[in-house]
C-alpha cells in the first residue's frame, strides 16, 4: 500500500517563541525535517518540510538564524519561504523610578510580516495540487483555522495534526485537527532531532553551532 505523504508547515516565529519562553534554546539548533520525522506513523512519509519566517534585525541573531537555516537546507526537502519585520511604533505610560509620576514613552519594536500569509498560501496550495494526504502544522495562531476549513474544503479526506508548540495552544485549532500533539510531552525528541555541532556545507563552509544554543551537556 502507497503510504500516506506528509508535509510539515512551521510557523518560525511562532515555534521559536515558545522554545525562547520554555527556555528550550539549547533545542535552537535543530533539524526540523528529522524532528517532523519522528512523529511519522509507519504509513506515512515526509516528503517535505516548510518553514515560514523572516530574518532577524539584530546582526548577531541574523547570523545565528543563518547558520542554522543554511545547515538545515542541506537537506532538498526542506523549503524556506521569506516574510519580513517592519518597524513599529507604540504608546507606552512608564511609571518613573524616582517618582509616582507616569508620562508616556513612545517605544519602537520589530514586528513579524506576511509569514503567517504565506503559510496558509501554501497550505491551500498543496492541497489543491494534491501535494499531501497529511499535514503536519507547527503553530498555536489560531488565525490558521479558515485555512483548515478551506483545505478540507478542497480535500475533504485531508488529514491535519497540530503540533503545539511547548506552553501555547489554541481551542479553534484543537476544534478543527484531526489530531492534537503537545510539544512540550515529547522533549526527548527534541533531543534526537539536534543536529551535529559542526557541520560542513557543500562549499566546504563549517557551519558552528551557536554557543549560546550549545545543548547543557556541551557548555
Known sequence: M?????????????????LRSKKWRHYYWQDLFKFSELFLRKHQQLDKVRLFTAIQQDPDKSDRQDKWLQANKLNDKFNVTYGEFKKRHKWKRVECNNCSKKDNYKIEYWEEKKTDVSLASYIIRDVALNECDVIFLFCADSDL?????????????IKIVIFFPPGIFSSDL???????IRLENHEQKFKKSIMPLSITNTDGYILNC???WLPKENK
Do not use: T
Not at 7 to 16: Q, T
Open 2 to 18: 502507497d503510504k500516506k505523504r506528509v508535509i510539515a508547515y512551521f510557523d518560525g516565529f511562532n515555534y521559536y517563541e515558545a
Open 174 to 180: 484543537n476544534n478543527k485537527a484531526s489530531n492534537v
Open 210 to 212: 551557536p554557543e549560546k
Open 145 to 157: 483555522s479558515l485555512c483548515i476549513d478551506l483545505a478540507r474544503e478542497i480535500n475533504p479526506l
